[in-house]
């Protein structure tokens, strides 16, 4: 068997649960900044300023790590329909290489982050943080997990609550996407991605074989009110072990 545990930022006495292994948090590396659809890399991860929607304002990554990096975006409104559509997710992001969801031992993910609150009402602020994991599949492709979510909706309908680890999410499905939203808003807490694949699984939304494509942590973004506000990931830990 083989066992792979990445730890990012700078606070691992914050990890969460008990790991098999212990691992020492890298040093900050030199700054990284980057504008609308740049990249950083910092070995197999990347830090990208992914400006993917139709009229993108100005987004700055300004990165040291994994764990340690900001956004500052500058958004009017997305897609021309009042801030309604997502423009950018800034995330970083770790690629797998053929891991089935029957191979995963261990999956889970700590994080601190701070973002502008408020409502595209009470301050033109729409946006949430969250994780997001491709993977291909037959009955889905994409799960989210948000855990700070200020003024946005999931696409796609809901589908109830599911409690997972004692965390309650209400359930949105879109077709192939699958989309968890924490019931309390959280800047800093553990998801345990394992447990949540699993929910899928048994509910026979996700097969065994599988394949997990693509971990990521950021935010999506679709207004800050054409202010320039900053998004900041203050520590990032995946742990993760398959067989």
Same mark, same amino acid.
């Given at each position: 068997s083989s066992? @792979? ?6 606070m691992?006495?914050?990890?969460g649960? &008990?790991?098999a292994?212990i691992?020492?948090a890298?040093?900050?590396a030199?700054?990284? *900044? ?14 990208y ?5 139709p009229?993108?304002?100005?987004y ?7 764990g340690?990096?900001?956004? *500052? ?8 329909c009042g ?6 997710y800034e995330?970083?992001?770790?690629n797998?290489?053929? =891991? ?5 031992r261990d999956l889970?993910?700590s994080?601190s982050?701070?973002?502008? *609150? ?5 301050n033109k602020?729409d ?8 993977i291909?599949g =037959?009955?889905t ?5 948000w855990v ?5 909706t999931p ?10 680890r004692?965390q309650r999410?209400? @359930?949105y499905?879109d077709?192939q996407?699958k989309t968890?939203?924490?019931? =309390?808003?959280?800047?800093?807490? *553990? ?5 949540v ?9 996700? &097969?065994?074989?599988d394949v ?7 935010w ?14 203050h =520590? ?6 398959f067989?």
């Amino acid at each position: 068997s083989s066992a @792979l545990l990445t730890v990012v930022g700078l606070m691992l006495a914050c990890a969460g649960p &008990a790991i098999a292994s212990i691992a020492s948090a890298a040093p900050a590396a030199s700054m990284c *900044t980057v504008s609308n659809g740049g990249l950083c890399t910092f070995g197999r991860w990347i830090v990208y300023n992914n400006t993917w929607g139709p009229t993108p304002g100005q987004y700055v990554v300004h990165a040291h790590g994994p764990g340690d990096w900001s956004v *500052t975006a500058d958004q009017n409104g997305g897609g021309g329909c009042g801030g309604c559509a997502v423009e950018a997710y800034e995330s970083a992001q770790w690629n797998y290489e053929n =891991r089935p969801y029957s191979s995963i031992r261990d999956l889970w993910s700590s994080f601190s982050q701070t973002m502008p *609150t408020g409502s595209l009402d009470e301050n033109k602020v729409d946006a949430e943080a969250d994780y997001d994991m491709f993977i291909k599949g =037959r009955d889905t492709n994409e799960v989210m997990v948000w855990v700070d979510n200020q003024g946005q909706t999931p696409a796609g309908s809901r589908h109830g609550v599911a409690v997972i680890r004692g965390q309650r999410f209400a @359930l949105y499905i879109d077709g192939q996407v699958k989309t968890f939203v924490l019931e =309390r808003n959280e800047t800093s807490g *553990t998801v345990y991605y394992f447990a949540v694949l699993t929910w899928l699984h048994t509910h026979n939304m996700l &097969a065994a074989t599988d394949v997990l494509k693509q971990f990521n942590f950021g935010w999506e973004i679709c207004d800050t009110g054409g202010i320039a506000r900053t998004f900041t990931v203050h =520590r990032l830990i995946l742990h993760q072990s398959f067989s």
